[in-house]
């Protein structure tokens, strides 16, 4: 008989409950765009009305693994988010603004502490 996840939770140990709530917020923060876009409550047909292209050719996007930075963009953007790229060394992060908007790329190297 199934039991309800609220039951398993309560079952396990306070350290157990703490590596599972880790472990769903990494699974959260990084996803393939389909399962973003589902995260966002939005369906492919719904992203393309939005993008004025046709619902394959959202499928098609979801699928591939390489693509122009602006397609990408213009991806997230349309389900109400902003691109960032960061590029992380060991002596710390810095934001790419390369490929941001020009309304956008005011300060040519932002360094983003993400200590």
């Known amino acids: ?3 309800k996840f609220e039951e398993l939770r309560s079952s396990m140990t ?5 590596r599972a709530r ?3 917020r990494e699974m959260l923060a990084a996803m393939p765009l389909d399962e973003l876009r589902q995260a966002r409550g939005l369906s492919q047909q719904m992203l393309a009305t939005l993008l004025h292209v046709q619902q394959p050719a959202i499928a098609k ?3 591939r693994t390489d693509m122009y930075i602006s397609t990408l963009r213009s991806h997230i953007e349309a389900m109400g988010g902003e691109l960032e790229i960061t590029a992380r ?3 710390g992060s810095v934001r790419i603004l390369n490929f941001a908007d020009s309304e956008r790329a005011t300060d040519p190297g932002e360094v983003v502490d993400e200590s």
């Not at 306070?14 to 703490?18: D, L, S, W």
């Open 14 to 18: 306070p350290r157990a409950q703490a």
């Open 22 to 24: 880790d472990k769903a």
């Open 89 to 91: 060394f060991p002596e």
């Open 1 to 3: 008989m199934a039991r």
């Open 61 to 63: 996007l979801e699928k």
